[in-house]
């Protein structure tokens, strides 16, 4: 008897919803892209990334890029939302030969939420 009285229990209990938290492009970057990267204009194995949105690639001062990035850059590359998104997801299919280790983020809502915090905190840089 009292089994039956504690599943009713449970079945009378209010059902709670668990709401998932977005993505946290911040989070997402500390974790893919800062071992390699700066939101400052210091370069490390990658560019700094300060301004970047907006301008052209292969535009940071002191950096080494590769050949391949260098003649996307001479062909007009820009880092606008579209590229910048294609280039996450899948760097080697944007320029193909560059030297960018990161193999891409195929998931589409951490996708979403780096590009929104990298154009936000490019944007407030210098």
């Not at 893919?32 to 490390?44: K, P, V």
């Amino acid at each position: 008897m009292s089994i039956r009285i504690a599943l009713a229990a449970l079945l009378l209990l209010p059902t709670v919803a668990v709401a998932q938290t977005p993505p946290d492009g911040e989070a997402i970057f500390r974790r893919d892209c800062s071992a390699c990267h700066g939101m400052d204009a210091r370069n490390r194995v990658g560019p700094g990334l300060a301004g970047f949105w907006g301008r052209a690639a292969g535009a940071a001062e002191n950096f080494r890029y590769s050949a391949a990035m260098r003649a996307k850059a001479e062909a007009g590359l820009r880092w606008d939302e579209e590229t910048v998104r294609a280039y996450l997801r899948n760097p080697r299919e944007v320029v193909p030969g560059g030297t960018m280790a990161y193999p891409g983020l195929r998931d589409e809502a951490r996708l979403e939420a780096l590009v929104a915090w990298l154009r936000e905190r490019s944007a407030a840089q210098p």
